[in-house]
């Protein structure tokens, strides 16, 4: 069987207060435990466009933001997913210069 987690009002009203203050947050991904969330930050052009993405997650034990990609080069990392042990994230990172997509494996144990 299944292990249903409870939602905690307090991490989601923490989540609230922390998504409030970003970009464009999309793709929010609860981790397999409950203890993480991993979700895309888009930065804004003028408002409207997004011109790039980076994935990020918050560590709910302690309230730590953790970047796993940046704004460098200009990628768009998108569709973030927790492994089933909860210590890897894949997502799909595409770089401006080139034309394919790839599929990146973080893990958050070792921060690579």
Request: charge should be positive; aromatic fraction near 8%.
């Amino acid at each position: 069987m299944g292990t249903h987690l409870k939602p905690d009002l307090n991490n989601i009203a923490r989540l609230a207060r922390i998504f409030a203050s970003k970009n464009i947050i999309s793709d929010v991904q609860l981790s397999p435990d409950g203890q993480r969330v991993a979700y895309v930050e888009g930065n804004k052009y003028q408002s409207s466009f997004i011109t790039a993405s980076k994935i990020q997650y918050i560590d709910l034990r302690t309230n730590i933001i953790k970047t796993i990609t940046g704004f460098a080069n200009s990628s768009y990392d998108t569709s973030p997913r927790w492994s089933k042990c909860g210590n890897k994230v894949v997502f799909v990172s595409h770089l401006k210069h080139e034309s394919i997509d790839k599929i990146v494996v973080y893990d958050v144990n070792l921060n690579e």
